[in-house]
């Protein structure tokens, strides 16, 4: 099993500021990599798929970079409805896919 | 637009079974494949199973292998969850999702909660 792990556990952020979240993979999933962003409440809401490729509707405050076993997402200027909990996902063995255990970004 | 609606969740005791559906709409149904991911309270998301477009594959967690079976039935544009020999840690939010082309998960539904307690 590909195992994923997220870094910071939890960030603490000024609105306005800049958020900057790590996924790194147990061995290479090459691009095949998600985030996520889960609010208190809410169903997971797709960010980023293919590592850098913003889905339909997501803000371009929204970034993703990175392959292989290190990946970023960063949110250039956090807004106060970006406080959330957010999760990569690896998709590099489809369908056995597999969850980071998760950013919670707050406020500071 | 797209729009998933699961139903059939509930408190249930050890060793009995449940079935999941998830009503989708705004998509031609048949054409993607469709997973159900859960959450235990205050955890993080886990993938359960997953189902292709046609149904004619079929893939499982190893930890509810044997005992969930996912189907769906294109005509009536609905997936299911047949849960049996439910225990304690199947307890979860369940969620069905829309799978992207790859295995990204593009749509989410609102989720329903399973709770196994005696």
């Known amino acids: 099993e590909i195992v994923m792990t997220q870094s910071p556990a939890t960030l603490s952020v000024s609105p306005g500021e800049r958020a900057t979240l790590s996924c790194r993979a147990s061995q290479s999933v090459r691009s095949n990599l998600a985030w996520y962003q889960q609010k208190p409440g809410q169903a997971p809401r797709l960010l980023i798929y293919?590592?850098?490729t913003r889905a339909t509707g997501i803000p371009a405050r929204f970034s993703g970079s990175g392959s292989g076993t290190e990946f970023t997402l960063t949110i250039s200027s956090l807004q106060s409805e970006d406080f959330a909990v957010y999760y990569c996902?690896?998709?590099?063995?489809?369908?056995?896919?597999?969850f980071g255990q998760g950013t919670k970004v707050e406020i500071k | 637009e797209v729009q998933l609606l699961e139903s059939g969740g509930g408190l249930v005791q050890p060793g009995e079974s449940l079935r999941l559906s998830c009503a989708a709409s705004?998509?031609?149904?048949?054409?993607?494949?469709m997973s159900w991911v859960r959450q235990a309270p205050g955890k993080g998301l886990e993938w359960v199973s997953a189902i292709s477009g046609s149904g004619g594959g079929t893939y499982y967690a190893d930890s509810v292998k044997g005992r969930f079976t996912i189907s769906r039935d294109n005509s009536k544009n609905t997936l299911y969850l047949q849960m049996n020999s439910l225990r304690a840690e199947d307890t979860a939010e369940y969620y069905c999702?829309?799978?992207?082309?790859?295995?990204?998960?593009?749509?989410w539904g609102q989720g329903t909660l399973v709770t196994v307690s005696s």
């Open positions: 293919g590592a850098s």
């Open positions: 705004g998509f031609t149904f048949s054409s993607y494949a």
């Open positions: 999702a829309k799978t992207g082309v790859a295995g990204w998960f593009d749509f």
């Open positions: 996902q690896q998709y590099d063995n489809w369908p056995r896919g597999t």
